[in-house]
């Protein structure tokens, strides 16, 4: 005779519900993907505006050795760090330190002094309120995602977009754009000029008087595309 189950004898099965991980989607080429994957973790690939990954109420920014260098060069970066000011709970990942020699001298063609990075690193935590994160390679980067998505804490809305700038921000983020032009050169010619288009409409010879050689760099405006 069979057994006759009544509604408090029968056996629920539930399945474990899988970690989940979402990731911008020009992340997807990267290893650390295949292996979050092969760790057992979800990856729900979106457009991410701010963040390279989401995992629970974390943003994270993965910069492998070589990445961190050029976007601290060309400044990318720290626009990056800016959008993050909108996440309460945000780390940087910088990846491959067994790999790439984070402080050598003349790291791929920029003969940037190790200081610099070191006093960038510092204006990372301090300024930009950042922990950062050394890994030794990709797979170990996915090991510290996989832990951290096994968090209990609440998911993050992805409702943001990157950081509005305000004016003095916009006209000097326009500036930083032509190469060798860092804050410290674009703020010194706005004050001097007051107006981009003032700027711009001055003579080579102007320009040199203030920031020397670098003014060689505006000629760009003079050409065609």
Do not use: C, W
Not at 135 to 143: G, P
Not at 168 to 184: A, C, D, V
């Amino acid at each position: 005779m069979k057994p006759i189950l009544g509604i408090f004898s029968k056996v629920r099965e539930k399945k474990e519900k899988k970690p989940k991980v979402i990731m911008d989607y020009r992340e997807k080429n990267s290893l650390v993907y295949s292996q979050l994957i092969e760790l057992g973790i979800e990856v729900e690939i979106k457009e991410l505006k701010v963040a390279d990954y989401i995992v629970n109420d974390v943003a994270i920014e993965r910069k492998t050795v070589q990445d961190f260098i050029s976007s601290m060069l060309n400044k990318r970066l720290t626009n990056q760090l800016q959008g993050l000011q909108q996440y309460k709970n945000r780390i940087l990942i910088i990846e491959g330190i067994d790999e790439h020699e984070l402080y050598a001298k003349g790291v791929p063609d920029t003969g940037i002094h190790p200081n610099a990075i070191r006093g960038f690193l510092l204006s990372i935590i301090l300024s930009y309120k950042t922990p950062i994160i050394f890994t030794k390679d990709s797979e170990d980067t996915a090991r510290f995602i996989s832990v951290l998505s096994k968090r209990q804490k609440k998911e993050l809305s992805l409702n943001v977009s990157k950081k509005n700038l305000n004016k003095k921000e916009r006209m000097q983020f326009i500036l930083e754009g032509f190469p060798g032009i860092g804050p410290k050169t674009a703020k010194k010619l706005l004050s001097h000029f007051k107006t981009l288009r003032e700027l711009f409409s001055a003579s080579i010879e102007e320009l040199t008087e203030i920031i020397g050689k670098r003014a060689e760099v505006f000629r760009l405006l003079e050409e065609h595309y």
